[in-house]
C-alpha cells in the first residue's frame, strides 16, 4: 500500500468508510435541498434568518456532492478522509455555539434544531473515524 491511497487494502477495509461517507454526502445534500427550499417558511418558527439559511443550505449541498465523489473514488485518499472527520467535528462544534452564542435569535425549536444538527454531524464523524482506523489508517 502507498502513503497515499488505500488501493492495496482489502474492498472490505474500506467499504465501511465509504459507505458510511455516502451515507453523510446523500444526507448532507438532500437536508441542503430542504433548508433551500424552506428557507423562508422556516425562518419564524426556528428563529434562522432566510439570510443565513441560503448559504448554509447551498454550502451542504455543495459539501455533500463532495463527500460523495470522495466516496466515489477508485481509491480511497487518507488525507480526504480525515479532513472530512476534522470538517464534520468543526461543524459539530460551530452548530453548538451557533445554538447558545446569541448571535442568531433562534427559538426554543431552532435551538433545537441546531443542537440535533450537532449531533448528527458528530456522529457522522466518529462513524468516519472508525472507518479510517478499520481501513488502517
Known amino acids: 500500500m502507498s502513503a497515499s491511497t488505500l488501493s492495496a487494502r482489502p474492498a472490505s477495509d474500506t467499504d465501511f468508510l465509504r459507505t458510511v461517507l455516502r451515507l453523510d454526502g446523500w444526507g448532507t445534500g438532500a437536508f441542503g435541498v430542504v433548508m433551500l ?7 419564524g418558527p426556528l428563529g434562522l434568518p432566510t439570510a443565513w439559511s441560503i448559504p ?5 449541498i455543495g459539501g455533500g ?8 473514488y477508485p481509491e480511497l485518499v487518507p488525507g480526504h478522509a480525515t479532513a472530512v472527520i476534522g470538517v464534520n467535528a468543526v461543524s459539530a462544534v460551530t452548530l453548538v455555539v451557533s445554538a447558545f452564542s446569541g448571535v442568531l435569535e433562534l427559538t426554543g425549536l431552532g435551538v433545537m434544531f441546531l443542537l440535533i444538527g450537532a449531533v448528527w ?5 466518529g462513524l468516519q473515524a472508525r472507518g479510517v482506523r478499520r481501513a488502517g489508517l
Open 37 to 43: 427550499a424552506a428557507a423562508a417558511a422556516l425562518s
Open 56 to 60: 448554509f443550505a447551498v454550502a451542504m
Open 121 to 125: 454531524v458528530a456522529v457522522f464523524a
Open 65 to 72: 456532492l463532495a463527500l460523495l465523489l470522495i466516496a466515489g
